[in-house]
């Protein structure tokens, strides 16, 4: 079988712990899969009965004859494996374990779900589960869940890592007049995860948008690459909950600190096309209107209202999503002008006024429609005295076109309540204010640009691997996480980074000769492989002018470094040659457990971690991505310059991003990795200050 199907085009299915009582599982799992037309055989399997629901019941799934491609568990977690072991015996396919009680439990749970991934795996059985509200697929009439109804047949496919959450998904949907194609919840993910199900939902036909609840992603790149190829074809909106940055505490680096534990969720879904709901709202908001409606092909947006105020918070909402109000052509005004009342506003918004009865939206909603410079419509309805509410509807639906998204917001409660049942039975989200079509329409903006990105270009460069390897890899690093600064010179030298001329001194009267062989003014940093953060332990002097000045500051940094580190292996003091003015930005790496490497931009100096304008990707980094991280910064005008400054060199920025890539990738035991600053000119740049951490390993 392909792509999992046996578990969405099964001949047979085994429901072991079917039962006759109405308030047990294993009693509602049988029903559904009977209620639900599913016209394979069905097997119920209980020691204890002769017939459920009119079905012969076997002791044992060894007792049927014949092939058997799925089988549902509803008995007793203590019960599954040895009844597993006997599924092996007869060759089943596919399982769903509906029962819990494994590793969600404790560590006997976890226990017992550890060998039932080992049967699994040694006997070619594909498991949804165990813990899960079990599997629905509306097109092929299978229901193997326990949810309290079929739900509606549709174009949405639903993958829940939560089963409770997914029964409120089904019961919303219901009230919406929602249908989904399949409906699959996949609790502690044993086995089938989110990326098998991502793998079959992209070539469903009766899909065509898919919706996913994430506690978590068991394999982050290959998450990636399935949802890069699946968002190409398809839209993906996932909520991913568990969003705390708790895990940053432990990093040592600016880049560490910034990098919470959701934000390599939120690089992966954006570099691979995955459209994001901060919330439940967000996640309902955007299943309607990428379900219902074409995808927006600009950012041009007409408003339709009958009252002046939703029409202004329509078109802030425009606007504050970074839309732009569509300008009417002169045709479209003049027609508008025509035929509506004098005292219609015809420019956009148009607002048909408060006494607009049906034939009036109708007319209006048919105008701008056709107008080519418009890409999207909101039709705003207050209820007032004349306001015809079903009739506005009505023509609304008559009205759609199948190449331009149209939301209403249809505001109100009781008075408006079957005229938007109606319009979303009609393929016409309603929401209830102009934000949330904002965000919608915003959304679908997103995604259009997105799928009009070309292929990304990754650049490779010419390395003096051996010189990087020699530091990163010796037998002396091994002892210590953390590189020295010489270590560090030799990596970046090696991976082609333009570095300020520099030498180390291990007395006064050496650094003074070395500044004045480099010239005047110099800069005097500690040397030491145990002190990352020399700005904090006074550790860092510039602007030194003579012979003099540098004798005090080589012995004040030692005494310093000697206070606050006494154990410190200190190799002396660099001396470095004080470079020009430019702008100072910060380039870092983390690595993240799930995606591996993220790469960070933004303004550098010690205040990084306090204004937090920074950028992420996760590598390896393309030179669109690396061109926009520098662009997507709110302090992106200082780069380009302002106030007749001239900009810098952005190139020059996108190279060393991109030479970051390359050495995290190619070095993969890398764990955190600042330049800070990179002082950026307006041609070239030069790493100034870098710090790198090593873990174990190199895979």
């Not at 300008?327 to 607002?351: Q, W």
């Not at 209403?408 to 409660?413: A, L, P, R, T």
Request: proline share 4%; net charge negative; hydrophobic share 40%.
């Amino acid at each position: 079988m392909d792509k999992l199907d046996m578990f969405f085009k099964p001949k047979s299915i085994a429901i072991i712990g079917a039962s006759n009582e109405e308030k047990k599982l294993g009693y509602a799992v049988l029903k559904n899969i009977i209620d639900g037309g599913y016209e394979g055989n069905i097997y119920p399997i209980n020691p204890k009965a002769d017939y459920i629901l009119g079905y012969k019941c076997y002791k044992s799934v060894l007792d049927i004859s014949g092939d058997l491609d799925l089988a549902v568990f509803v008995i007793p977690s203590k019960f599954v494996n040895p009844v597993m072991r006997e599924c092996a015996q007869k060759g089943i396919k596919g399982a769903i374990v509906i029962t819990a009680g494994f590793k969600e439990t404790g560590l006997e749970g976890a226990k017992l779900e550890r060998e039932l991934k080992e049967i699994v795996k040694s006997n070619n059985i594909r498991l949804v589960g165990p813990n899960v509200l079990g599997l629905i697929d509306t097109h092929n009439n299978i229901n193997a869940s326990f949810a309290s109804f079929m739900p509606k047949r549709g174009n949405i496919g639903f993958i829940s890592q939560s089963g409770a959450f997914a029964t409120a998904i089904m019961d919303w949907a219901a009230a919406n007049n929602i249908g989904f194609s399949k409906f699959i919840s996949i609790g502690n993910k044993a086995d089938v995860n989110e990326i098998d199900l991502l793998e079959v939902l992209k070539d469903d036909s009766y899909t065509d948008v898919i919706l996913m609840y994430l506690e978590s992603i068991d394999n982050g790149r290959a998450f990636m690459e399935i949802a890069y190829k699946t968002s190409k074809v398809k839209p993906i909106i996932v909520l991913k909950s568990g969003t705390t940055a708790a895990g940053a505490k432990a990093a040592t680096s600016h880049t560490g600190s910034l990098a919470g534990s959701d934000q390599a969720y939120t690089c992966a879904f954006k570099q691979c096309g995955v459209i994001r709901a901060s919330t439940v709202e967000d996640l309902f908001d955007l299943a309607i209107g990428f379900a219902y409606q074409p995808l927006l092909n600009g950012n041009n947006i007409a408003i339709v209202t009958n009252a002046g105020g939703p029409g202004i918070m329509a078109s802030d909402a425009i606007e504050n999503f970074g839309l732009r109000i569509a300008n009417l052509s002169n045709d479209t005004v003049e027609e508008l002008r025509k035929n509506l009342p004098s005292a219609a506003a015809v420019y956009n918004p148009v607002d048909v006024l408060g006494d607009a009865l049906a034939d009036r939206y109708e007319f209006a909603l048919s105008k701008v429609l056709k107008d080519e410079n418009v890409d999207g419509i909101m039709i705003i309805l207050t209820p007032q005295v004349y306001t015809q509410v079903m009739e506005t509807a009505e023509s609304i639906v008559r009205a759609k076109d199948p190449k331009k998204p149209i939301f209403s917001i249809f505001m109100g409660g009781k008075t408006i309540l079957a005229a938007t049942k109606y319009l979303m039975e009609n393929s016409i989200p309603n929401y209830s204010f102009p934000e949330r079509a904002g965000f919608v329409f915003k959304s679908m903006h997103d995604r259009r640009v997105w799928l009009n990105k070309p292929e990304p270009i990754y650049r490779k460069f010419d390395t003096k691997f051996e010189l990087a390897a020699k530091s990163l890899r010796s037998e002396d690093r091994k002892k210590r996480p953390s590189l020295g600064d010489w270590e560090v010179r030799e990596v970046f030298e090696g991976y082609g980074f333009s570095l300020p001329k520099t030498l180390l001194a291990t007395t006064s009267l050496e650094a003074s000769d070395f500044a004045e062989e480099l010239g005047f003014p110099v800069v005097m940093k500690i040397a030491s492989p145990d002190i990352l953060h020399k700005t904090d332990v006074g550790g860092v002097k510039v602007g030194l002018k003579n012979k003099d000045e540098v004798i005090r500051a080589f012995d004040d940094i030692m005494i310093s470094a000697r206070r606050y580190f006494p154990d410190a292996e200190i190799w002396g003091v660099s001396i470095q040659q004080m470079l020009p003015p430019g702008k100072d930005v910060i380039i870092g790496s983390v690595k993240d457990p799930q995606f591996g490497h993220m790469i960070m931009f933004g303004l550098g100096g010690i205040y990084v971690e306090v204004l937090k304008d920074v950028s992420f990707r996760i590598v390896p980094v393309s030179e669109s991505d690396a061109l926009n991280m520098i662009r997507e910064i709110k302090s992106f005008k200082l780069l380009s310059g302002i106030r007749g400054e001239k900009g810098v060199d952005q190139n020059a920025i996108v190279d060393a991003i991109l030479r970051v890539s390359n050495l995290v990738t190619d070095f993969p035991e890398i764990v955190e990795l600042d330049i800070n600053p990179l002082r950026v000119f307006e041609e070239g740049a030069v790493a100034i200050d870098m710090r790198l951490t090593v873990g174990g390993g190199t895979e």
